[in-house]
Structure formats: structure tokens, C-alpha cells
């Protein structure tokens, strides 16, 4: 994807669940705007491919199997990636996971397993690359890339809602505590965008009728948010624009905009479903 009015030649991006979808988007977004990338995951083999694919635009791709939710492996994939480039300029906190169900009917190990990834792994990566940013003289931007669903709770996601509601309040105490610092943190926050997580929870009898796919996002709007948040140094970027704001405004009539979101759920049930003969 070209994006020729913001160029980050020079710089190094290291990009959590770079394998697919959002962070594959990314890493390759930032590799043809001149930044060498660190493409982190758990598939070795789908990370060399999009390693391939990034040397293209011609910038070096380091590729880190990682497990992000082990801190003693992302202190290692960070020391790779010092050890090969320098430094680290940004950061691009986007790995994560989804397990629908409704919230009288989630494994307790589901959860465990979203929270592991989407917050504790997020963590490990956000306390990692601020040691390091801290070390170099210009610092640092770690952007999250948290869900518009935490800030709101939607059925069946609560327990994907819960993990981002964490994300978001500890990325927000974290840009609190470095506002002194030269380290930026900036919150991304994307509705349903068209991605493999999102093909594979549609492809989820828990979710049937939950959204339109007709509705989703293309992922080139994600990369944009990210690219803006660091470029412009901004604290928050909601996909689609606005989406964040309506949901913050939503909150103060709590209990009519469970009734609208209800509503909503029921009208793309019955859109989702085939018309009868």
C-alpha cells in the first residue's frame, strides 16, 4: 500500500502479530515507506514470507518468532532487534486474539487465553520498548492497537471486550506516565475491519448475524490511523473517525444504548439471514 505523504526512511518498526491481517498490512505499509521492519509472531514461516515481501520494497525485514505473552522471549526478540539495527524507533503493539461466546457461556480458559495475548502480552511488549526508547536520545512511539469494543461491551465479544477495556485503560495510565518523557504512546482503536480474525469469527456460530460483512473496514484505513498516530504525535485515533466519540457519548445514557445496541444486533440477524422461497 502506498501512502507517499508520510515516509519514515531510516527508521526501524517493530510490529507485533505481523503474520496476518492488520500487522502484515502494516509492516509492509511502513517497509514501502522506507522503514527496515522486525516482523514479530508465533509462525516462523508465515513471517518469512512477509519478510520476503517487505525486502521488496527495498529496507531490511528482521523476522522474530516470538510468543509475546513469555516475557524472557519478547527481551529477547527486542535484543535481536537492537542487535541488528541500533535501535527502536516504533513500535506497533497489534497482536491478539478473539474467542466469541456469550458471557454465561465463555470457558474460563478462553478468556484466560485473550487476556494472556491481548493484554499481558501487550504489556511485556509496552515495558520492553520502553526500556529501550528510554536508552536512545530521540526516544520512541509505541502505538496499541486496542478495539473500538473497549469501549463498549458488545454480546458475544464480552470477553474480547473485556481484554481491550484493559488495554485501553493501561495504555492510557502508561502515556500518563511518560508524558515528561520522549516516548509517545498513542491508542488505536478500529471497528470490524476485514481480517482473518474477522473471517474466522464470522465463520463462529456464536457470532452469526453479529455484523454485515458487507461493513467492514479495509485494513489500509487501520494503517493510516497508525501511520497518523505516530507521524502526528496523537494520543488517539478511532476507526472509522468519530466511532470512539460516539461510543464515550453513548456512555452517559447507559441503559438506552443497551436497548439500541440490541436493537442493532437483532436487525443484522435478520439481514444476515437467506430471504425465504
Not at 27 to 38: D, H, S
Not at 53 to 79: E, I, N, Y
Not at 182 to 190: A, H, I, K, Q
Not at 271 to 276: D, L, N
Request: hydrophobic share 50%.
Amino acid at each position: 500500500m502506498q501512502l507517499p505523504a508520510l515516509r519514515f526512511d531510516g527508521k526501524t518498526v517493530l510490529v507485533t502479530g505481523a503474520s496476518s491481517g492488520i500487522g502484515l498490512k502494516t509492516a509492509l505499509a511502513f517497509a514501502t515507506a522506507g522503514a527496515n521492519v522486525v516482523l514479530v509472531a508465533r509462525r516462523a514461516a508465515a513471517l518469512a514470507k512477509v519478510a520476503t515481501r517487505a525486502r521488496a520494497s527495498g529496507v531490511q525485514a528482521l523476522a522474530v518468532a516470538t510468543d509475546v505473552t513469555r516475557p524472557a522471549a519478547v527481551s529477547a526478540c527486542f535484543a535481536r532487534a537492537v542487535q541488528r539495527f541500533g535501535r527502536i524507533d516504533i513500535v506497533v503493539n497489534n497482536a491478539g486474539v478473539m474467542l466469541p461466546a456469550k458471557v454465561v457461556d465463555i470457558e474460563p480458559a478462553d478468556l484466560q487465553r485473550m487476556l494472556e495475548v491481548n493484554l499481558l502480552g501487550a504489556l511485556h511488549v509496552m515495558q520492553a520498548a520502553v526500556r529501550q526508547m528510554r536508552t536512545q536520545q530521540d526516544g520512541g512511539h509505541i502505538v496499541n492497537v486496542a478495539s473500538l469494543a473497549g469501549r463498549r461491551g458488545f454480546s458475544p465479544l464480552g470477553g474480547y471486550c473485556a481484554s481491550k477495556f484493559a488495554l485501553v485503560g493501561l495504555t492510557e495510565a502508561l502515556r500518563t506516565e511518560l508524558l515528561d518523557e520522549n516516548v509517545g504512546v498513542s491508542l488505536v482503536l478500529p471497528g470490524v475491519i476485514d481480517t482473518p480474525m474477522a473471517a474466522a469469527a464470522a465463520g463462529d456460530p456464536a457470532t452469526e448475524g453479529f455484523w454485515p460483512k458487507s461493513l467492514n473496514m479495509p485494513t489500509a484505513w487501520v494503517v493510516w490511523a497508525i501511520f497518523a498516530a505516530v507521524r502526528f504525535k496523537l494520543a488517539e485515533v478511532a476507526v472509522p473517525p468519530g466511532g470512539a466519540l460516539l461510543e464515550k457519548l453513548a456512555s452517559l445514557t447507559p441503559g438506552v444504548t443497551d436497548r439500541l445496541v440490541r436493537g442493532m444486533m437483532n436487525v443484522a440477524r435478520r439481514s444476515s439471514r437467506p430471504p425465504s422461497r
